[in-house]
């Protein structure tokens, strides 16, 4: 077995740690979930068994218990799975398989050419290979990604987009009834414009599939049309739906009483930070990275709309 250089000793630590969490979890969601998923949640047991005793060896360091922060990870994530059962399992072994597929192939194009990257290579054919064609052959007729994409981007959409507009109208107008009344119309506008444009799009990509596929029958291609999963109009009404959703969060704060945008900002902030970890984590995306490119969206956005509600009272007059 190579010897890895002292300073990759932090690394065997996190790898090891990352399988034995993954091995816990498994085990652990065996214990809440339906006959097929526990056929291949034992396979997946198998395979991280033998991932966590590689490291192991690999690093010549014997970790059998996870860290703090891990254990509230996997005691959050066994909750989540109890309360909204099957699909919420599939969901997490796909984001599992998704964020350990990207970890190990950053790793790879750090260390291929070190002794750590012939070890990459075989964990890596078995993600390929294995946990992955598992976890899709499980996943693929329960999970939809384009509906929970349709979802996160018009909560998103609603959560920015509304609170901004509720900064602004605070900054110009002082009575909140008033800040109420448009921040509504801003809500129910923009969800219809966000279903709108989900459905011209997805009507229009269907447009140019059919004449594709009729292009390529004419040409004796010989291709079938493949038919998208998804429909405008359960697109359009998702997207919409989830736009009022996100709205909602900073307009409730001044439907009950608030006489400034902060608490909107809150409570808006609190549900970006929420958005942003579970998209994150079914993305396969840094999950720091993630909250913290919206919190400076949101930031920006508020800023910006408040300094141009302060501007219209400025210049404008505007005193309500």
């Given at each position: 077995m190579p010897r890895?250089?002292?300073?990759?000793?932090?690394?065997?630590?996190?790898?090891i740690l990352d399988e034995l969490f993954d091995l816990s979890l498994y085990k652990a969601l065996r214990e809440i979930?339906?006959?097929?998923?526990?056929?291949?949640?034992?396979?997946?047991?198998?395979?991280?068994?033998?991932?966590?005793?590689f490291w192991q060896?690999?690093?010549?360091?014997?970790?059998?218990?996870?860290?703090?922060?891990?254990r509230l990870k996997l005691r959050f994530m066994v909750l989540v799975c109890r309360i909204f059962g099957v699909p919420a399992v599939h969901l997490v072994l796909e984001?599992?398989?998704v964020h350990g597929v990207r970890k190990y192939l950053s790793l790879w194009k750090s260390y291929h050419d070190k002794?750590?990257?012939?070890?990459?290579?075989?964990?890596?054919?078995?993600?390929?290979?294995?946990?992955?064609?598992?976890?899709?052959?499980?996943t693929e007729r329960k999970i939809n990604p384009e509906r929970i994409r349709n979802i996160f981007f018009g909560l998103n959409d609603g959560l920015v987009e509304v609170l901004g507009a509720v900064s602004g109208f605070f900054a110009a107008f002082s009575d909140a009834v008033t800040v109420l009344i448009a921040a509504s119309t801003?809500?129910?506008a923009g969800a219809l414009s966000m279903a709108a444009g989900a459905y011209v799009a997805l009507s229009s990509e269907k447009e140019v599939q059919k004449t594709e596929a009729d292009r390529k029958r004419f040409l004796g291609e010989g291709a079938n049309a493949v038919e998208m999963e998804e429909q405008p109009l359960h697109s359009a009404m998702l997207v919409g739906g989830a736009y009022i959703v996100g709205a909602i969060v900073p307009v409730l704060p001044v439907l009950f009483g608030t006489k400034d945008a902060f608490v909107s900002l809150i409570t808006a902030g609190t549900m970006i930070i929420v958005v942003s970890t579970i998209l994150a984590f079914l993305s396969g995306m840094d999950i720091?990275?993630?909250i913290l490119l919206n919190l400076v969206i949101i930031t920006a956005a508020v800023g910006i709309t408040y300094a141009i509600g302060m501007a219209a009272r400025s210049l404008w007059g505007i005193s309500v």
């Amino acid at each position: 077995m190579p010897r890895v250089p002292s300073q990759d000793k932090s690394l065997g630590r996190t790898l090891i740690l990352d399988e034995l969490f993954d091995l816990s979890l498994y085990k652990a969601l065996r214990e809440i979930t339906d006959r097929d998923s526990q056929t291949v949640l034992d396979k997946l047991i198998l395979v991280e068994t033998e991932h966590l005793a590689f490291w192991q060896k690999f690093f010549d360091l014997k970790l059998t218990t996870l860290d703090l922060p891990r254990r509230l990870k996997l005691r959050f994530m066994v909750l989540v799975c109890r309360i909204f059962g099957v699909p919420a399992v599939h969901l997490v072994l796909e984001a599992i398989e998704v964020h350990g597929v990207r970890k190990y192939l950053s790793l790879w194009k750090s260390y291929h050419d070190k002794p750590l990257g012939t070890a990459l290579r075989g964990i890596l054919l078995d993600e390929f290979k294995h946990e992955d064609v598992m976890v899709t052959h499980l996943t693929e007729r329960k999970i939809n990604p384009e509906r929970i994409r349709n979802i996160f981007f018009g909560l998103n959409d609603g959560l920015v987009e509304v609170l901004g507009a509720v900064s602004g109208f605070f900054a110009a107008f002082s009575d909140a009834v008033t800040v109420l009344i448009a921040a509504s119309t801003t809500a129910v506008a923009g969800a219809l414009s966000m279903a709108a444009g989900a459905y011209v799009a997805l009507s229009s990509e269907k447009e140019v599939q059919k004449t594709e596929a009729d292009r390529k029958r004419f040409l004796g291609e010989g291709a079938n049309a493949v038919e998208m999963e998804e429909q405008p109009l359960h697109s359009a009404m998702l997207v919409g739906g989830a736009y009022i959703v996100g709205a909602i969060v900073p307009v409730l704060p001044v439907l009950f009483g608030t006489k400034d945008a902060f608490v909107s900002l809150i409570t808006a902030g609190t549900m970006i930070i929420v958005v942003s970890t579970i998209l994150a984590f079914l993305s396969g995306m840094d999950i720091k990275r993630r909250i913290l490119l919206n919190l400076v969206i949101i930031t920006a956005a508020v800023g910006i709309t408040y300094a141009i509600g302060m501007a219209a009272r400025s210049l404008w007059g505007i005193s309500v």
